[in-house]
DNA sequence: CGGCGCTTTGAACTAGTTCAAAGCAAGTGG
DNA sequence: CCACTTGCTTTGAACTAGTTCAAAGCGCCG
């Protein structure tokens, strides 16, 4: 107790300066110091916090501003031509959303929040006329744009493995990684993203991620309620992403410990 | 006649200006103009042409350039921790490559050319000085940015689709559409990589693409000879993209016209 | 209490994988 | 010039992991 993530009652006109954030570090402004980090923060501004299932911004939309989460989470789709529609990210405290749009200046993708968020606002010609004068600034949008293409490689890295379980493993460890990054207890997942969600980001059928819940709840690797997640056994999920699983995940046998009875 | 791609003879000191080079318009330098693009093309350096088969960079080994396509085609490599590799892009002229690492100064992935190809270098120090001067510079980079984060996400929305012929037909698609920008003929493909690579691309068994190749050349979709294939019926790739596909695609029947043999 | 959205479970089905082997083009060396 | 190797591609046949369809369970909010 006392470390709990709810930042219900700040004031939405109050900004905090960056360097009293407590993800200043994982943030845009990591790296960046004295008077440029100083000209950095005058520039954010602070918007009223987004609400569950609200959007932040829709594809199509102008983009004028790049977004940081502060605190909560949030999720990118894509909506292709047809109806169909694709989850292409979820988005944790310190990381960036909407660099997509830095270029085109049009939103590539919707961005919705999972849970009540707050974010960060960094409008883009303020933003660029300080690149032209802060190297620091120049450097962090690099590391920035490294970041999000590294995320997108293992995204598609992810989808590239062929097992379910595999992918679901990935997905919850990387998922754990960012966790711990936040100081946050990496073995207790609070998902904001429904089943649906999570099957379009990692390929799947909605039944399939379910099933995978349970199979590994049942495997005694995870403690599954509803969409709060305990990770019992962190090398069993290493293992299964490395494809050398024990053996046992492949066909969570229906026979219990006993075994005779085979349904 | 007077078309043709190769530019054999061409000696590797002989920089060419960004405004005499074919794809001009599509690379880095479009939207700079008169002294700007002086600029930036004086730091622009040639290299030798890469051979086929050979690493373009190495994952891991350090970053200090971007490169661009200038002629040719080259593929990108993502090794996981385990010895596994994932195809995350195939490159053509006039695209960027290994941006990933403007921000780690490290390479995420390696690089090699599918084909003979020139690449242009844009050394980061003095492409990061030149951003700090030039707005427009600034610009183009943020432009690459978001086609380079479009790519990866229309990727992200290939590997998404259930559907094998779904995925095949994008990829083709999406390449078709690529030669159109680059005042090639559409409909004649020449891939100069395997079908081992396509199919990590898409996510899917080598025997599965080949069967893919085969179906669509039954159907009359494709013309397929070894690895230039002929695009016959466009709006047939572009149905089964939108998941509309005549019905005849999902299960190329055995039975040809005629029909008594069922094999 | 009733309705709604999300999740789970079951059972049948099938698209794609896997394994195994043959086919083919291109190069190498005698 | 031919025999032989090598690497890529295709084809076949069996198998299975995941999808699909259908229905029930469950938690939540009005």
Redesign the interface.
Known sequence: MGSTYADAFEPASLRQACTDCGIYELCLPAGIAGEDLRRLDSILRDRRPVETGHALFHAGSPCNALHMVRSGSLMSV?T???G?S?V?GFHLPGEIVG??????LVH??TTVALERSRVCELPLPRL?EL???V?AV??S??????????G??A???L??RRLAHERFAAFLLSLSLRYQRLHRDPNVLRLGMTRNDIA?FL?LAVETVSRLFTRFHDLGMLRVQRRVVRILDPAGLEAI???TQPEDVEQADIRQAGGAGLS
Chains 1, 2 share one sequence.
Do not use: F, W, Y
Request: net charge negative; proline share 2%; glycine share 16%.
């Open positions: 894509l292709t031509a047809m169909d694709q292409i660099l997509d749009g830095i270029g085109t590539g993708c660029n690149a032209g004068k190297p120049r450097e949008l690099n590391r920035l744009v490294s970041r999000e293409l590294a997108e490689h995204h598609i890295a989808m590239g379009s390929g992403c490395m494809g």
